[in-house]
C-alpha cells in the first residue's frame, strides 16, 4: 500500500477559495442541464476595452514574448507612479511600484514581506477571504475588529484603538469594500489615521482594487494621500482587474515602502518572476489612456447596483444596507433562521440562485449577491429570491 502523501501543516490549514468554489459548482450544475441563475461572480462581465486588447496584441505580434525585469515593465512602473501621483495624490517613484500577478499577488508578497509568527494582521471584518489565509501562510494570527450594518459596516476608530497590541504589525482598508460596497469617507480615513498615529508598528495596507466603481455622490481617497506623514508605512494595492475589466490579465501593483517593495521584488523574482510581457503593454495602453471606458462601465454597475438594492429592499426579510461602491450587496438574511450556508445551498438547490455565503466573509448573517450581471440576470436572480423566501 502506498503511504498517502504528507502534506505541509500550511498546506494542510489552507482554505479554499468559497467564491470560486460556488461559482464552480453552479456552472457545473448548468452543464448538467439545470436552469441557473448566477450573481456570485466577482468580475465585470464586460470585454475589455479594444484599445487595451489591440495594444497587447501589437506587443505580442512585435515580438514581447520574454522575460522582462521581476519588477516589471521600466514604462508600467513609471506609469503607474504617474498615475498614483496624479490621480490619487501619493507622490511616487516608478522604483517604489511592484508590478505583480493581479492585486492578489501584491497583497501576497507584502503579507510574506512584512509577518511572521507572532505577528497579528488588524482585519475589519466583513472582509475579502483572501486576506485571513495570505496572513496564515505568512504565520501570522488575524484580530478582526467587527462592524454590523447597523454601524454602516465602517471601521470604528475607538474599536481599532481597542484591538491594537504590541503584536499589530498591519492593517488592512479596503475601500470600496468587498463584500460590503462600504466606502471610506475623507473624515474616516482622517479618524484612522490620528489613531495610527499613535501606534507607530503598525503599518497599513490599502486595497483599492474597487476605486472606480463608485454610487453617485461618493468619491474614493487614497489613505496615503489623507496622511502623507504616515507614507512610509501605507502601502497601496491596486489592479487593472475590476476597473478596466481585465480579471483574467493578471495585472496588480503593490507601491510604498521601498525596503518593503525591494523585499517583495527580491520575493517575486525567486517565485513567480514577471508578469506576463505582452500583456503589461496592454495595462500600460490601460493606466496611460482616456478614463472615458471606466466611466462608461463604472456607470452602467451604478445602475445595476441600484436595481439590486432596490429589488432587496422590496423583499421582505431581507434587510439591506445599500452599498455604496464596488459591485456587491451583502444583505442580512438572518430573520429566516438560516445560517448563510444553509441558505445559499437551499437557494442554489431549491431555486437555482448562486450567491456567496457570508460567513466566507466573516458575517454569518448575511449574504453576497454580485451586479456584475445584466439587467435581466439581475431580476431574475431577485425574483427566485423572494420565491426561495416565501417558501420558508
Ligand atoms: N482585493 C479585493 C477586495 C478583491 O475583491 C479582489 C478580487 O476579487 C482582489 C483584491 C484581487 O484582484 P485581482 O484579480 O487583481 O488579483
Redesign the pocket.
Known amino acids: 500500500m502506498p503511504r498517502p502523501l504528507k502534506l505541509s501543516a500550511r498546506a494542510e490549514a489552507l482554505q479554499p477559495s468559497l467564491?470560486l468554489a460556488i461559482a464552480a459548482r453552479a456552472k457545473s450544475l448548468k452543464a448538467e442541464g439545470r436552469d441557473i441563475c448566477s450573481l456570485s461572480a466577482?468580475?465585470p462581465d464586460f470585454d475589455t476595452p479594444a484599445f487595451i486588447r489591440e495594444a497587447a496584441a501589437q506587443a505580442l505580434e512585435s515580438g514581447l514574448t520574454r522575460y522582462g525585469p521581476a519588477a516589471g515593465e521600466p514604462a508600467l512602473r513609471e506609469a503607474i507612479a504617474q498615475k498614483l501621483t496624479k490621480e490619487n495624490h501619493v507622490p511616487t517613484s516608478a522604483g517604489d511600484v511592484l508590478v505583480t500577478?493581479?492585486?492578489?499577488?501584491a497583497?501576497y508578497n507584502l503579507f510574506q514581506v512584512l509577518l511572521e509568527p507572532g505577528d497579528e494582521l488588524l482585519l475589519p471584518a466583513p472582509y475579502?477571504l483572501?486576506y485571513p489565509e495570505m496572513a496564515r501562510l505568512a504565520g501570522a494570527s488575524v484580530r478582526f475588529i467587527t462592524s454590523s450594518a447597523a454601524e454602516g459596516f465602517r471601521l470604528d476608530p475607538e474599536r481599532l484603538e481597542a484591538a491594537i497590541t504590541p503584536a499589530s504589525k498591519l492593517l488592512v482598508l479596503?475601500s470600496p469594500?468587498?463584500p460590503t460596497g462600504m466606502v471610506l469617507s475623507r473624515s474616516d480615513l482622517e479618524a484612522i489615521a490620528e489613531v495610527l498615529r499613535r501606534h507607530p508598528q503598525v503599518a497599513v495596507v490599502c486595497?483599492e482594487?474597487?476605486e472606480f466603481l463608485l454610487a453617485p455622490g461618493h468619491s474614493h481617497h487614497s489613505f496615503a494621500a489623507v496622511a502623507p506623514d504616515l507614507a512610509d508605512r501605507v502601502f497601496t494595492?491596486n489592479?487593472?482587474?475590476?476597473g478596466w475589466a481585465m480579471?483574467g490579465w493578471?495585472?496588480?501593483w503593490l507601491a510604498g515602502n521601498s525596503a518593503a517593495l525591494k523585499a517583495a521584488s527580491a520575493l517575486q523574482s525567486q517565485s513567480t518572476s514577471n508578469v506576463c510581457t505582452f500583456a503589461q503593454y496592454g495595462a500600460l495602453a490601460a493606466v496611460t489612456g482616456s478614463r472615458e471606458c471606466i466611466q462608461t462601465m463604472a456607470a452602467q454597475f451604478s445602475h445595476r447596483r441600484e436595481l439590486l438594492s432596490d429589488g432587496l429592499q422590496a423583499i421582505e426579510g431581507v434587510q439591506l444596507l445599500p452599498p455604496q461602491g464596488?459591485f456587491y450587496a451583502f444583505p442580512n438574511i438572518s430573520s429566516t433562521g438560516l445560517d448563510s450556508m444553509t441558505f445559499c445551498e437551499r437557494l442554489l438547490d431549491e431555486q437555482g440562485l448562486a450567491v456567496v455565503p457570508g460567513g466566507a466573509f466573516g458575517d454569518n448573517d448575511c449574504i453576497r449577491l454580485s451586479c456584475a450581471a445584466s439587467d435581466a440576470t439581475i431580476q431574475d436572480g431577485l425574483a427566485r429570491l423572494q420565491r426561495f423566501i416565501e417558501t420558508l
Do not use: C
Open positions: 467564491t466577482g468580475e500577478n493581479g492585486g492578489k499577488q497583497l475579502w483572501s479596503n469594500g468587498n486595497d482594487i474597487y494595492v489592479g487593472f482587474a475590476k480579471t493578471r495585472i496588480g464596488a
